[in-house]
Structure formats: structure tokens, C-alpha cells
């Protein structure tokens, strides 16, 4: 089943000037790119010296600074309406330290400062595995009870960070919370390179034979959410899931993903066999850099089907790219990258003890 497009993919009320936190980010880049497509003044922060003359020849403003430091958020923010913060650490194993400091103490300096500067709505880039268990989630809503926290320190620092920026949300700063599905689309250099490898080492692994149902979530169908969040009265001091509205399996996204990427069909498996296998290797520490973890094999091995409520009320949100389209985008994308084996070299850093001393160093003044 294809998404419908809709008519506009733009929201009715375009903010005079935003800031974008991780516009380098696989989100974050299309976010800034759009916003200033749509007619906001951008302005991005960056710690890195090299990146600034790029964002600017890219026609926004750049501001130097970094996540650990509120008052260079301060500056960057002041005179902005919206604030989006799509930073973080985008890996499952990174180190659990860097998490907190990069997920939970930064947005805490994000909110702080945009309190300070005065901005008037706040929209941060969470995702939806904030209430993943080991169990099948049907129709889960943002705001079900959860008895235990979430599997893993990324979906925990996540949670944390989410929940402390919407409790600060109120009539001079109002926050929202959007949950992406599982992210894929042009400009993925996260899931995207860790899937070529494995697709090309024998196909892309299926647990409890592929049959649980999979959400997804496109990065321009999260882009669109996002902007809708920044203009939408209703979605203050809420989480607001969004995905592509698909009702399918994993075995049939996984299938269609590998066959734009020319890669083999994905393998089939027994999901509680490789369950057990992945969290002895985690508990013993033995899995390699490209070895799924307990926490992947649980993401894709159970069933994962969000309400979407909140999205269509409160952000009038639908789809804006069908899957056809979204899939022949993916296919074009990975060959102008030189094809799934070049992309699949592709390895970014992952934060640990060099973020750790930096955050902690800006923090101590």
C-alpha cells in the first residue's frame, strides 16, 4: 500500500527565524535545508571551525558553539521564534556516559538557554523507542503507562531527555516532543551503512521469521512532522509519534529495502534464539562493531505499530511521500554514494570519552 501525497507538504505559519541544533545530522540537515526552502532565516550551531564556512556558503547562519555551553546557545538562540533540537548520539552502543551528557545534559542546557533567549516554542527530535520492551507494542500511545524503563542507555538517555523538556513546557516556552519510528531515507549514514554491510554479508537479518508488524518512519515524513510541531497550539507539552502510516511486516519493509539497494533477500531466523544469543554476547561483551545487539534484535524482532493519533489531531500530520517514490529516492541516493558496497564502508564516530571531558569541561566553566 502506497502513502497518498498531500497537497502542501508546508505548514501554514513560517517562523520569521529558527535555530537547528544537529544541522549536520541525518534529520537535521533536511530539517535546515527545508526551513530555509519554506522562507526562515536559519541559524545552526557548530563546534567544529571547519564545518562553519560550509553552512554558510549553504545560505545559513552559523554560530559557534557546542551543547555543553548555554551561554553560546543563548547567543545563538536570542531573536529566534522556534528552537529545534535534532542533536545527539545517533548509535545504539555508544558509550552510556557520553549518552547522558549528550542527550540529557544538553537538552537541559537546550531548554535553559531557550528560556533564556526568549524563544517562544521548542521542538526536540525523540524517538519512539522511549517504551521499548521486550513484548510486541499494538497501538501503543505516547502516553501509556510504562512499568519499566526502556531496553538500552540510548533509549534510556532519550527518555530521560524527553521527559525533562516536557515537564518544562509552559505558556512562555512551549515544548514538543516528536517520536520517529524506525528512521531510513536519503542522507542516512547511520542505519542505512550498518544494513549494507549486513545485507551484503548474506542478507539483512529477520527475527521471529520478519512477520511482526514494523513502523518506520521517512526522514522526510519526519522533517514534515517537525515543522508541523513548531506551529501547532495543540502539541504543547506533548510526545507525538509519527511514521509512514504503513501497516506491514518487517519482512516485507526489509524486503523492498533490499531489493532498491541490490542487496540479497533478508535471512529468516527464530527471534527468541537470537534473542537469548545477542544479550549473552552483550552481557559477555563479545559481539564486534557490526554484531546486532539485544537491543536490535528486540527493535526489529517484535511487533511495533504506534498510534497516530496525536500526529493527526494535534498536527493535522499525513504522510508526505509515497513508498514508491520514498524507495526510488533511497535506490538513486545509494548509487550517486557509489552503490551499497561503497556506502557500506562508511563508518562515523561514535561519541565516548572526548565528548565526555569536553561537555564536562564547558560545564565547568
Known amino acids: 500500500m502506497e502513502v497518498q501525497k498531500q497537497q502542501s507538504d508546508a505548514p501554514s505559519q513560517v517562523p520569521e527565524q529558527v535555530l537547528v541544533l544537529g544541522a549536520t545530522g541525518s534529520v537535521g540537515a533536511r530539517l535546515a535545508a527545508a526551513l530555509r526552502a519554506g522562507g526562515s532565516r536559519v541559524r545552526v550551531l557548530s563546534h567544529q571551525q571547519d564545518a562553519m564556512a560550509g553552512l554558510q556558503e549553504s545560505g545559513f547562519e552559523p554560530f559557534a558553539g557546542h551543547l555543553g555551553d548555554p551561554e553560546s546557545l543563548v547567543r545563538a538562540a536570542e531573536g529566534c521564534q522556534v528552537l529545534f533540537h535534532c542533536a545527539g548520539e545517533a548509535c545504539l552502543r555508544a558509550d552510556p556516559t ?26 526536540m527530535l525523540s524517538c519512539a523507542d522511549v517504551h521499548l520492551q521486550n513484548k510486541d507494542r499494538v497501538h501503543v500511545r505516547e502516553d501509556q503507562p510504562q512499568s519499566k524503563a526502556p531496553l538500552g542507555a540510548w533509549a534510556r538517555s532519550k527518555m530521560l531527555a524527553e521527559d525533562m523538556a516536557l515537564q518544562s513546557s509552559d505558556a512562555r516556552l512551549e515544548v514538543t516532543a516528536v517520536r520517529p519510528a524506525f528512521l531510513w531515507g536519503r542522507g542516512d549514514f547511520v542505519n542505512l551503512p550498518a544494513l549494507c554491510r549486513e545485507g551484503l554479508a548474506g542478507g539483512i537479518r529477520l527475527f521471529g521469521w520478519g512477520s511482526a508488524l514494523f513502523s518506520v518512519a521517512h ?10 510541531a513548531a506551529a501547532a497550539p495543540r502539541a504543547s507539552g506533548k510526545a507525538i509519534h509519527v511514521t509512514d502510516g504503513e501497516y506491514e511486516t518487517a519482512s516485507e519493509f526489509f524486503s523492498a529495502l533490499s531489493q532498491a539497494l541490490g542487496l540479497p533477500r533478508p535471512r529468516r531466523g527464530v527471534g527468541s534464539i537470537s534473542r537469548a544469543t545477542a544479550r549473552l554476547r552483550d552481557v559477555l561483551n563479545l559481539g564486534g562493531p557490526d554484531d546486532l545487539g539485544y537491543v ?70
Open 98 to 123: 557520553a549518552l547522558s551528557w549528550l542527550h540529557v545534559a544538553a537538552t537541559e542546557n537546550v531548554i535553559t538557554a531557550a528560556r533564556a533567549a526568549g524563544v517562544a516554542r521548542a521542538v
Open 296 to 365: 536490535d534484535v528486540v527493535r526489529r524482532g517484535r511487533g511495533c505499530l504506534l498510534d497516530m493519533q496525536r500526529a493527526i489531531n494535534d498536527l493535522h500530520y499525513a504522510p508526505i511521500i509515497t513508498r514508491g517514490a520514498a524507495m526510488a529516492d533511497l535506490a538513486a541516493f545509494v548509487q550517486e554514494q557509489g552503490g551499497a558496497a561503497a556506502l557500506a564502508k562508511h563508518r562515523r564516530r561514535v561519541a565516548g570519552r572526548e565528548e565526555v571531558a569536553a561537555f564536562k569541561r564547558l560545564a565547568a566553566g
Open 219 to 228: 526522514i522526510d515524513n519526519v522533517v514534515h512532522a517537525l515543522r508541523l
